[in-house]
């Protein structure tokens, strides 16, 4: 683990398979950082929520279709997490969200006023359709604490999770239909917030997606522990990873 001076915001940005979990999950053990995924505050929500409450209905059917949660409701769901994060002063790394222009006019300035905006760092994945649907369409999590397991040929025959021990099983919104109707949510929903985040002067470190788990971890290690001063003293630990 290294430590940092200042807590950060690491926001990572990218299509579905893109390999923003993984390396949400790498930095979070590196830099001591709390593991942000929006989707899983989300999941929460809508599990523990009120089955009747027409919102929380709403909400569900959009989340189970590949469609995004309203924006209005992701951004006070998540600045309500955050807000408690920060209280305790626990930097975040982020996995995919900002997921709309909405949600990053609303989030950007939070982050700014609890972490400082130079603390802020963001870097944005890409890699295309047909390696979103592969990847998506047969990758696992474990049961226990919903650690994914990518569609790899190293992580092919693996049947327990190598973190918690738990048994692994395939996401009901992990099917090829649903997962193009989220990787074409992202093109027209997300994508652009890249653009909103450069016009609003953050510096946005582009990093292809396609590349294996470990090459695409060193390059975002590499502008990370770069600003550290000690890019030549950090070693890489591959453990149980995700896109």
Same mark, same amino acid.
């Given at each position: 683990m290294i430590n940092i001076p200042k807590k950060w915001i690491v926001i990572i940005i990218g299509p579905p398979g893109a390999g923003k979990g993984t390396q949400a999950e790498m930095l979070a053990d590196d830099f001591a950082l709390f593991n942000f995924e929006t989707s899983k505050v989300i999941e929460e929500k809508i599990k523990t929520g009120d089955a009747n409450d027409p919102t929380i209905k709403q909400e569900k059917d959009n989340f189970e279709s590949g469609k995004l949660v309203t924006p209005e409701v992701v951004v006070g769901w998540i600045s309500e997490k955050i807000r408690g994060l920060a209280s305790g002063g626990v930097g975040i790394v982020? $996995?995919? $969200?900002? !997921?709309?222009?909405?949600?990053?006019?609303?989030?950007?300035?939070?982050f700014d006023e609890l972490y400082g905006r130079e603390n802020v760092k963001v870097f944005n994945l890409d890699i295309g359709e047909s390696e979103s649907v592969e990847r998506n369409s %047969? !990758? %696992?999590?474990?049961?226990?604490?919903? %650690?994914p397991i990518p569609n790899l040929p190293e992580f092919k025959d693996m049947k327990i999770c190598p973190k918690d021990g738990s048994e692994l099983e395939l996401r009901s919104i992990d099917n090829p239909e649903t997962i193009k109707i989220r990787y074409q949510t992202y093109l027209e929903e997300t994508k652009p917030v890249v653009d909103l985040l450069d016009n609003m002067g953050y510096k946005v470190i582009r990093v292809g997606g396609n590349q294996t788990i470990k090459s695409v971890h060193d390059e975002i290690m590499g502008h990370l522990t770069g600003e550290l001063g000690d890019i030549n003293e950090h070693k890489v630990a591959l453990t149980c990873t995700h896109p």
């Open positions: 982020f $996995s995919g $969200s900002p !997921r709309t222009v909405y949600e990053g006019e609303k989030e950007m300035p939070i %047969h !990758r %696992h999590i474990c049961k226990a604490n919903r %650690h």
